[in-house]
Structure formats: C-alpha cells, structure tokens
C-alpha cells in the first residue's frame, strides 16, 4: 500500500471519530486533546515494548503491533491538523538522512 493511501484512510477515520464527538461532545477533540491520546498511547507503547524485554508486566488489552500502528496514525492525524505534508516531510527526512 502506498503512503499516501495510509493517510488519506487515516483521514477519513479520523474524521468519523471527529463525527462521535461531536454527538457525545458537542464539539471535536482539539489538536491539544488528539496530542493527549497519543501521548497516552506512547505510554501503552512504552509499557508493551518493556514487557515484551521482560522489563514490565502486561497489563493492556493492546497488543504491541497494534499500539504501533495506531501511534503512527496519530502522527498523521497531527499532521494534517497542524497542516504539515507528512509524507513530503518525511521524504525529506529520509532523504537528509541518506545524505548524511
């Protein structure tokens, strides 16, 4: 799968979850409370990566891939919202990396 279809689906889901708040909540979560989540699921990624070295016990219902994968949707979720090209910026990354 191309990146650029990963972020256009995360968009999409994102903004269905932008659709529940809005009925539970009467407004969307900020780009402040979308931080907050995944600074939370760093934590859950933390705890997984240490329990699965031994160093923590398992105690979320998430699996490590899982949690993986959902703080890489987070960051394109930030990037979108804070209108940032993440798959440019990330081009440019890899390439001042390569060149380094």
Do not use: C
Request: charged share 30%.
């Amino acid at each position: 799968m191309e990146v650029n279809e990963l972020i256009n689906r995360s968009i999409q889901i994102r903004q269905r979850y932008h659709e529940l708040e809005r009925q539970h909540h009467g407004s969307e979560w900020s780009v402040e409370e979308d931080l907050l989540a995944l600074s939370n699921d760093i934590g859950n990624l933390n705890r997984l990566v240490m329990t699965k070295f031994g160093r923590y016990y398992d105690e979320t219902p998430y699996t490590l891939e899982h949690k993986l994968a959902e703080n890489i949707w987070w960051l394109i979720e930030l990037a979108n919202r804070l209108d940032i090209d993440i798959e440019q910026e990330l081009e440019n990354f890899l390439t001042e990396k390569e060149q380094l």
